[in-house]
């Protein structure tokens, strides 16, 4: 190097590397090109004992440090010519390690105030905006190593507690909580169903009894611990319909095949089914959500309609009568969940696919897709801000456990269902839903049913090991 320094920060790798910083209480940055040292743009903050991350020697991230007797909370970020302040840390930290690169980091241990040698384990996550405070390491030290590509995944190891330290933390930041239970079986395994409610209070009808081709009228209601037989559906028995219900008082099922495609529409008022206005077109494996006053139908197959055969048909009920509305923007077979101002579908066939779409009470908008294309899935959720996806099937077989929630972005991935599960039923919201039933059709008539429990958040925890 051109200017000799202790307690500096630097990012990068053999070739392409940033130094700087430094003691005594330096502002200094070096550029290395695989050859030589080449002095460029100060940082804005001359520090000792700071810390930093970075990918090479274009974008870093300096943070924290020693100015004196002045401990540090600046954040500065190198876009390969200059330094410019960002956010800072929350906690004023130095001799504390580090983990990730520019758009995604880690600070944990160091010390901080009150004076200047307190120890602490404090542990901080930045996004490539903010700094946020989350779950402290469990030995705090100062001089320790830090390794890990982003703020979801780290090591901490070693340094001074004092005396030095073998310790070794595993981070593990940004995993989904949410657990798989299970609950009480339905008197009639079935696959092909569909259904509505929360956990407490779902409602499912319909779907495939036995082979070839045997379909049901018979509606189960759940408590929340076990299934009771209720009246059946009027009209034919039928699979691969869609729903929607606020709970088992009050729902509606619509579509599905008897085994030809309908268009039929039943309500529900908790406890006889009558059948009201059919849907414009019939069809099935139909996306359905809402309430048995206000409700969507979109997607699905539809022969007659075609080609294609998958449809992006879209109606809405308004307790009375079907009208079409605007058009989903990929023509499939889907499932969706949400009310009639905000929808979202997701997944499907044909082809199977990852795309997931929008309803905000007028037109359908593509957004992020699943991380897993699959159709045959079971979802749950309240709008086109939360949701859960959970199964499916990628071929005929294999059938999938893949889980992933939707945050009103991204799908995230989730703890897997206990078992593969394709063609049941969803009921619930992200954080409380149901999985019920399912199989492969024609072959398989499940009883089970998955209760998800999931508070919606992310947990951060360090493993001591």
Known sequence: MNTGRGQAAGAGHQTSTLVFGGSPDLNITELWNGTNWTEVNDLNTARRGLMGV???????????????????????????????????????TWLGASAGDQPSALKFGGYTAPGLFTLTGITESWNGTNWTEVISLSTARIALGGAGSGNTSALAFGGEAPPNTTATEEWSGGQAVGAWVTGGNMNTGRNSLTGFGPTTASLVASGEVGSPDVYTQKTESYNGTAWAEVNDLTGSARRNAASAGADNTSGLVFGGNAPGYTGITELWNGYVWTEVNDLNSARATAGGCGTATAA?????????????????????????N????????TNRQTT????????????????????????????????????????????????????????GAASNPPRTNTVEGWNGTNWVNENTLPTATQTGAGTGIKTAALCIGG???STDFSTTTFEWYGDGKLTETFTTS
Do not use: H, Y
């Open 54 to 92: 970075g990918a090479d020697n274009t974008n870093a991230l300096a943070f924290g440090g020693l100015n004196g007797t002045d401990i540090q909370t600046v954040t500065e970020a190198w876009n390969g010519t200059n330094w410019t302040e960002v956010n800072d840390l929350n906690t004023a």
């Open 296 to 320: 969507l139908a979109f997607g699905g197959k539809a022969p007659a309609l075609g080609p294609p055969n998958e449809q992006a048909l879209t109606e809405l009920w308004n307790g009375t």
């Open 322 to 329: 079907w009208t079409e509305v605007n058009d989903l923007n």
């Open 336 to 391: 969706g969940v949400g009310i009639t101002t905000a929808a979202l579908a997701f997944a499907g066939r044909d082809p199977v696919t990852a795309k997931t779409e929008s309803w905000n009470g007028t037109n359908w908008t593509e957004v992020n897709d699943l991380n897993t294309a699959r159709f045959a899935m079971m979802g749950a959720g309240a709008s086109n801000t939360s949701a859960l996806c959970f199964g």
């Open 439 to 441: 199989g492969n059709p």
